[in-house]
């Protein structure tokens, strides 16, 4: 997994959950699988497992060749 290209990744999620009031950080990578928090209004929104499943891991696995899933913390 190439840690540009996902830290490329992540900058455009950031992007769009600032625009929200919240934010994303990388905690760990292990085994092609990505452990990030949100935080800010992210972290207690309703609507973040969604978020989570829906564009965060969609987008990690679309630009990110090697990522096998995303695990919120």
């Known amino acids: 997994m190439d840690p540009r290209r996902l830290d490329k990744a992540l900058e455009r999620i950031r992007e769009g959950l ?12 292990k085994d092609g699988v990505v452990y990030v928090r949100l935080e800010g209004e992210c972290r ?12 965060v ?5 679309e630009e990110v060749p090697g990522v096998k899933g995303v695990r919120a913390l």
Do not use: F, P, Q, Y
Not at 44 to 55: E, Q, V
């Open 18 to 29: 600032r625009k929200e009031g919240g934010d994303i950080e990388l905690v760990d990578v």
């Open 44 to 55: 207690s929104c309703m609507m973040a497992g969604l978020t989570m499943k829906n564009w």
């Open 57 to 61: 891991e969609k987008t990690l696995r």
